[in-house]
């Protein structure tokens, strides 16, 4: 637990711990080696939503759109991206997960999900709710404050 006071520090020292190379392991399983914690978060994204425009994943990851470049076709290069033109423009790339990418975007769910299982296996099912409910809301209010919304 974190040693100052306030949820703010415990979610800094969340944040430490989520980082450390031994907590990925257990997240992403035997994959956590090979992949960037951004090639999971865009694979994982991808699974969620299906081919987006290379303009809005640059968007979602809050990064410039050459930075998205240069990590789409890394991720493009080890067969887990494919990328093609939109449908509607032509001009517009479309980036989405390969068949073998979407393979790999459910074993990185599916270690995650068993990993925070683990760690809340003695919770209730309304410990769980709360936690979900309150994170969804930090989660919302970190993106509001992303985008220079203090809302």
Do not use: C, N
Not at 5 to 34: F, N
Not at 106 to 126: E, I, N, T
């Amino acid at each position: 637990m974190a040693t100052g006071s306030g949820v703010e520090d415990t979610m800094l020292e969340l944040a430490r711990v989520m980082s450390r190379s031994s907590v990925r392991r257990r997240i992403h399983g035997s994959l956590a080696d090979e992949l960037s914690p951004t090639d999971t978060w865009l694979l994982t994204h991808l699974s969620e939503v299906r081919p987006m425009a290379m303009t809005e994943l640059a968007q979602w990851q809050g990064v410039d759109r050459s930075t998205m470049t240069a990590q789409t076709q890394h991720l493009e290069k080890r067969g887990y991206l494919v990328r093609e033109p939109s449908q509607r423009d032509h001009r517009v790339i479309m980036v989405g997960l390969s068949a073998m990418g979407e393979r790999i975007a459910q074993v990185l769910r599916a270690a995650g999900r068993s990993a925070f299982g683990r760690a809340m296996g003695d919770w209730s099912p309304q410990e769980r709710e709360m936690l979900d409910r309150l994170l969804s809301r930090l989660l919302a209010g970190l993106e509001r404050s992303a985008q220079g919304d203090p809302g």
